[in-house]
C-alpha cells in the first residue's frame, strides 16, 4: 500500500485551490465555486483519511513528514498528527466544506473571497498539524490575517440604529459598522499575536537557540519566574482569539458583521485555533507557569460562560445572539482546559469540534435567514418555520445542541466539562457550567420561538425560499455530525482520550481520575470488556457476548454485588492509568493480547520504571476492594517520554 | 445474542429507524396518513415485542439480562453504559409504555384527522421519536442512558407541546415545560457527576457511603420533582394541555411525568440509603397531592382538571416510595398509566366532538358519547380508588406503606387526597356526560373506530390490572398479599363519600354552600401565585443580570477596548502636530537636543 503524505495534502489543497483560482476570468463564476470546493473537498478528504490512517493503538504523533526550511534557525516544517489533531482536521475539512457549500450563491467578487477564505483555511490546518514553534506562528498568522479584508469587503452592516442616551457612543466609533468590526478584530487579535511571538521567541532562546521542534521545546524544563511570565502572554494571546474574558469583545461585532462563510469559519474553526494554542503552547509547553495560573484561567472561563450566555440573552439581533454564545461556548472550551483533568481536557477538545461544528450550522443558518429576509432584528421575524421547514428543523437541532441536549454532540463535550470541573481541584467550576447551560437553554429557545414560531410571517417578509440545492447539502452536512457524534461519540473521542491522557500525564501527574470500576459485570458478559479499550474506531466494537463467551443469557449480569467479587487489593506502586484499561475480565488468558489494550504511550514508561512483581500483578484480576473510593496515589514518575514519532511519509 | 435481548434492541430500533425514515424522506412524511400507518404499524411491533418480554419474565421474574457497551471513555476507564437492561421491572414498564404509547396513536389518527397532511406526519415523527427515547429510558443499564433518555423524551415533549407552533400559547407552554424541567435537571447532571467522582461509574448500585448516596439522591429528586410536576415546580404540567390531547394522555400523564418515579425506583439502591432525602419525598408527595387536588376541584377545563389530578396522583406515588414502598409507587404507577390514559383519551374524545375544554360547552354528553362515557367513569371510578378497579389495589398499597411509617401528616394528606379525588372526578363527570346539554353539546358527534378501539384497550387494564397485583409483584421479587386495614376501608369511605357528596353538590344542585366553602382556598390555590412567583425569579436572576451584562459588555468592557482606540488616534493627531515639516523647526530640535545632551554631560 502507498501511503500518502496526507497531511500534506491536506494544508496544501485549499492553497494550490487558491493559486488555481487566480487564472480564472471573472466570468466564469460556476468554475471559480468548483475550485473552490474541490480545494475544500480534498481537504476533508484528506482529513478523513488521516481519520482513518491514524493507528490508535499506537498514539502519540503519526503521520509526520519534515521539510527543512531554514536549517541554520532550526526551523523546519514539521507536520504530524496526534489525536487531538484528528478531531480538529476532520472539524476544519467539515466546516470549510460547507462554509463554501452555504456561500454557493454570493454574487460579488467571488475569486478573490474564495481565495482568501481558502488561505485562511490552509493557515488553520496548518496550525492543528504544526509540530515546528515557527511553522505553528506562521500558520496561526496565515489565519488570521485574511479575516480582515473578508470582514471589510464582504461584510454587512448592523443598519438598526441603537436608542437610547448611549446613541453617541455607537455614532461614535460606528459601532455595528462592518468596517469598525474588522479593524476592532484585526487590531485585537495582532495585539494578541504580539504577546506569543514575545513568548515563543523566549522560550527559543530559553531552550538554547537550536530549534523550533515542539517536542524539544516542551521537554525542555524552563525556569519557573520565566514561566510564570511567559504562560499569560501566551493564555492573553492566544485567549483573545478563543473570546476569553475581557478580550472577547471583537467576536460579537466580528462575527456579526462577517459574511456568511466567515462567521462560519471563524467562530467555528479560528476561535479553536486560539483554544488550542492556549492549551498545546500554554498548558503543555509551560506546565508549571500553568499550574501557578490556573486558578485566574478557570475563574474567567467560569465568567466567560456565565457572562456570553448572559449577554446572548439580552441580544435582539440574531447574529449577535450566536456570537454570544460563541464566546460563552468557548468559555467551557478554557474551562474544561483550566481543570487540568482528564475529563475536563477531552471536554475541551471534544466542545472545540461540537462547538465548531454547531456554530458552523447557526451560522449558515442565520446567513440563509438573513439573506432572505433582509433582517437580523428578531423582534420582526415570527413564524418563519412555515414558509422555511428545513432551516427550522436545523435551527432547532444546533440549539438543542447548544443547550446540550444528549444525543447531540454538545451535551457530550459539555458533561465530560463539568465533570472534569468537578474532580478538579475547584469543584465549584462546575456550577458556572451549568448555570450557562441552563441560560442558554432558555435564550436559545425563546429564538426559535421568535424568529420560526409564533403566527405569521408578516406581510413584510413576502418571500422566503426554503434551503435548497448545496445550502441544503451544508445544514444537512453539519446536522448530521451533530446528531452523529453525539450519538456514538467515541468516534473522536477514542482518538481524544489516549492523547488527553499522555499529555496530562505529563504536565500533572498529581491529576485526579475516576474510580476505578471493575467492568466486566457491566458490560453484557466479557465481550466488551476483554476488547482492547483503544485498538479501533469503537464503532466496530461487538455489541454482545464476544468470543469465548458462550451466547445466550447470562445469569444477572451487572447486578452482582461488588462485594462478592475476590479481588486482591490494587498494588500502590502501580503506574497511573494502568488500572483504569484493565478491566478483570482480561486477566484470563488476556496477557498476550494486553499490550494492545493499554494506553498508548504507556508501554515505554513501564518496562524500566516496572517494580519487579508488576506483571504478575497486573495479569490477576486488579480490583479495588468494595470499601477503596479513591485512587491510590501513584507511585510511579509518569511516562518519562513523549509518544515516539512515527514517521510514514514525507521527506525526513 | 439471546433472541430476548435482540427483541429489545429491536424496540429500540424500531421507533428509532422510524424517526430517521421520516427525517430523511421528507416525501413520506408529507403524505401524512401513509405515513401515520406506517408509524402505528411500528408501534404495534414493538407493542407486541413488549408483550412477548413481559410474557416471559411472568414466566421467570427473577431474571435479569443485559447487554451493554460504554459510551464515553475517560483515561481509557469506560464510562458511562448504553445498550439495554431487561428485569421485571424494565419488562414491565416497557409492556406500560408500548401500549399507551399503541394506543394514543392508533386515537390520535381519528384525533388529528383534520391536520394536513404534512403536519400529522410530523406528529407521528414526533410520536415515533418518544417512543424510542422512552425506551431507552426505560431500558438503561444505568443513570447515563437513563438521562440521555431522559432529556430526549423533554425534548419530544417540548416539540409536541409546540406541535401547534403558530399559536401563541402554545410555543410559550412548550418553552416553559423545556426550561422547568431542564432547570430541575441541572441537578441529575450534578447528580451524575457526584456519583461518577465517587464510584467511577453511573450504576444503579454504585458502592457509595450513605452520606454520599444522600447527596447523590437528593440531586436527583431535584430533577424528578421537575419531570414528574412535584411542588414547586410542577407549574409546567397545566401548561402543557395546550399540546393535542393524545400528548398530554401519553406524555404528560401515563409516562413521561412517571419516569421521576421509575428513575427513583430503578435507583433504589441509592435512594433506600438516603434516609432524609426518602423523608422529604415523603413529606412533598403528600404535599403535591393534596395541593394539586385542591386545585382540580375548581378548574373548568376538563384537561386542567386531569393535568392537577396528574400531579397530585403522581404526588402520591412519590411519596409512597419516600415512604418505603417501592412496590406501591410502582403499581401506582402502572395502573395510573392506563387509566388516566383513558380518562385523557375519552376526555379527547369529547374535546374531538364539542371542539372545546370548557365544561360550560359540555353536559349531557352521555346520550351523544356514550361508550366514551362509560370509559370516562370507569377510569374516574378506578382514579378515585373505588374496591375492585385497579386504582384501589394500588393506592391502597401506598396508603399502607405511609401508615407503616409513622408519617401521619403525609398519611392525613393522602387520606384527604383520595376523598377530594372522588369529589372532583364526581364533578367532571357530571358536568361532562350529564345534566344540561350545552349549544355545541347538540351538535356533538361520536368518534371513529380508531378512537373507539384505544378506549376499550385501555379500558380492559383499567378495571382489571389491580386483580394481578399478585403476579405483578413477582416481578419485583416481592411477596404482596392482599389485605384491608383500617387506612383501607377509612379511603373507601372517603372515596365513596367523595363520590356521593359530588353528585349531591353537582348533581342534584344540594348543600351548594360547599362550593363556596372551597372557592376561596381553591382561588388562592388556583390563582397565578406559583406563576408569578417562578416569573420575578427568573426576571430578578435572569432578565436583569443579562441586561447588565450586555449594557456591560457594550459600553464597559468594549468601551475600554474603544476607549484605549479614541486614546491612541487622538495621542496621534496631538503628538503628529510635532512634524510641522518646517526644517528650522528640526533644526531647532536638533541643536536644542545637542545642547541638552551637552549640558547633562557637564553636569556628570
Known sequence: MITLPWLSITVAAPFIATLLLLPIPQTQKLAMRLVALLGAAVSLVGALAVYHYYDLQQGGLQLAENYPLVPKLGITLRLAVDGWGVSLLLLTGIIITTGVMATWTLKDR???????????????LGVFVAQDLFVFFLFYEIAVLPMYVLIAVWGSSNKVAEAGPFKFVWKMFDIGGKEYAAMKLTIMLLVGSAFILVAIMAMFFAAGGETFDMSVLGNMKYDLELQKWLFPLVWLGFGTLAGVFPFHTWSPDGHASAPTAVSMLHAGVLMKLGAFGVIRIGMMMLPEGAQFWIPVVGVVAAINVVYGALSAMAQKDLKYIIAYSSVSHMGVVMLGAATLTQGGWNGAIYQMFAHGIMTGLFFALVGLVYERAHTRWVPSMGGFAGPMPIVALFFTIGGLSSLGLPGTAGFVAEFMVFLGAWQSKSAWWALPGIIGAFITAIYVLRVVRDVFWGPGPSAEFHDLPDARRTELGALIVLGACILIFGIWPRLILDYIDPCTKTYLAKIDPSAPTLPFVPQQAGFGGAGAAAMPMHNSMGLGRPFGPGPGQPPGMLPNPGMMPRAAMPGPDMPSGMPRGMQPGMPPAMAPGMAPGMAPGMAPGMAPAMAPGMAPGMAPAMARPAMLGPGAMPMPPPGLPPSPSPAGVAPTGGVQ | ???????????????????????????????????????????????????????????????????????????????????????????????????????????????????????????????????????????????????????????????????????????????????????????????????????????????????????????????????????????????????????????????????????????????????????????????????????????????????????????????????????????????????????????????????????????????????????????????????????????????????????????????????????????????????????????????????????????????????????????????????????????????????????????????????????????????????????????????????????????????????IGWLTIVLGQQLRKLQTGDVQDYLYAVFGAAALLALFGGWR
Open chain 1, 110 to 124: 467571488e475569486k478573490e473571497f474564495f481565495a482568501l477564505l481558502l488561505t485562511l483555511v490552509a493557515g488553520v
Open chain 2, 1 to 563: 445474542m439471546s433472541p430476548l435481548l435482540m427483541a429489545a434492541l429491536a424496540t429500540l430500533a424500531i421507533p428509532a429507524g422510524m424517526t430517521l425514515l421520516f427525517g430523511v424522506v421528507p416525501m413520506l412524511r408529507r403524505t401524512g396518513k401513509p405515513a401515520a400507518i406506517l408509524s402505528i404499524l411500528a408501534a404495534t411491533t414493538v407493542l407486541g415485542i413488549a408483550g412477548w418480554l413481559f410474557a416471559t419474565w411472568l414466566g421467570n421474574p427473577t431474571e435479569s439480562l443485559q447487554i451493554a457497551t460504554y459510551w464515553l471513555t475517560m483515561g481509557g476507564q469506560p464510562l458511562g453504559q448504553v445498550g439495554v437492561h431487561l428485569d421485571g421491572i424494565s419488562v414491565s414498564m416497557l409492556l406500560v409504555v408500548a401500549t399507551v404509547a399503541w394506543c394514543v396513536q392508533l386515537f390520535s389518527l381519528g384525533y388529528l384527522s383534520d391536520e394536513p397532511p404534512n403536519g400529522l406526519g410530523r406528529y407521528f415523527t414526533y410520536q415515533s421519536l418518544f417512543l424510542f427515547s422512552m425506551n431507552l429510558l426505560v431500558l438503561a443499564p444505568d443513570l447515563m442512558q437513563l438521562f440521555i433518555g431522559w432529556e430526549l423524551v423533554g425534548a419530544t415533549s417540548y416539540l409536541l407541546i409546540g406541535f401547534w407552533y403558530p399559536k401563541p400559547a402554545a410555543a410559550k407552554a412548550a418553552i416553559k415545560a423545556f426550561v422547568v424541567t431542564k432547570f430541575a435537571d441541572s441537578g441529575l447532571i450534578l447528580g451524575l457527576m457526584v456519583l461518577a467522582v465517587a464510584s467511577g461509574g453511573f450504576a444503579w448500585d454504585a458502592p457509595i457511603t450513605p452520606a454520599t448516596a444522600e447527596i447523590v439522591a437528593g440531586l436527583l429528586f431535584v430533577a424528578v420533582m421537575g419531570k414528574s410536576a412535584q411542588f414547586p415546580l410542577h407549574i409546567w404540567l397545566p401548561d402543557a394541555m395546550q399540546g393535542p390531547t393524545p400528548v398530554s394522555a401519553l406524555l404528560h400523564a401515563a409516562t413521561m411525568v412517571a419516569a421521576g418515579v421509575y428513575l427513583i425506583v430503578r435507583a433504589d439502591p441509592i435512594f433506600s440509603a438516603a434516609v432524609h432525602v426518602r423523608e422529604f419525598m415523603t413529606y412533598l408527595g403528600a404535599f403535591t397531592a393534596l395541593f394539586a387536588a385542591i386545585i382540580a376541584t375548581v378548574q373548568t377545563d376538563i384537561k386542567k382538571v386531569l393535568a392537577y389530578s396528574t400531579c397530585s396522583q403522581l404526588g402520591y406515588m412519590i411519596s409512597g416510595l419516600g415512604a418505603g414502598s417501592l412496590l406501591g409507587g410502582y403499581f401506582h404507577l402502572t395502573t395510573h398509566a392506563f387509566f388516566k390514559a383513558l380518562l385523557f383519551l375519552a376526555a379527547g374524545a369529547v374535546i374531538h366532538a364539542v371542539h372545546s375544554n370548557e365544561f360550560t360547552d359540555m353536559g349531557g354528553l352521555f346520550k351523544k358519547l356514550k361508550f366514551v362515557a362509560i370509559a370516562f367513569i370507569f377510569g374516574s371510578l378506578s382514579l378515585a380508588g373505588v374496591p375492585g378497579l385497579a386504582g384501589f389495589y394500588s393506592k391502597d398499597l401506598i396508603l399502607e406503606a405511609v401508615h407503616e411509617s409513622g408519617n401521619h401528616f403525609a398519611l392525613f394528606a393522602l387520606l384527604l387526597t383520595a376523598g377530594l379525588t372522588a369529589f372532583y372526578m364526581t364533578r367532571t363527570v357530571v358536568k361532562t356526560f350529564l345534566g344540561q346539554m350545552s349549544h355545541s353539546a347538540e351538535h356533538a358527534h361520536g368518534p371513529g373506530p380508531s378512537m373507539t378501539l384505544p378506549l376499550l384497550v385501555l379500558l380492559v387494564p383499567t378495571i382489571a390490572l389491580g386483580w394481578a397485583a399478585g403476579p405483578f409483584a413477582t416481578l419485583f421479587g416481592k411477596p404482596y398479599e392482599f389485605h384491608m386495614g383500617l387506612v383501607g376501608y377509612t379511603a373507601i369511605a372517603l372515596g365513596l363519600g367523595g363520590i356521593a357528596l359530588g353528585y349531591l353538590v353537582y348533581g342534584l344542585g344540594a348543600l351548594a354552600f360547599l362550593p363556596r366553602l372551597f372557592k376561596p382556598v381553591a382561588t388562592l390555590a388556583n390563582s397565578s401565585v406559583m406563576d408569578e412567583l417562578w416569573q420575578s425569579v427568573y426576571e430578578i436572576g435572569g432578565q436583569t443580570p443579562s441586561r447588565a451584562a450586555a449594557w456591560t459588555d457594550r459600553y464597559i468592557v468594549d468601551g475600554l477596548m474603544n476607549f
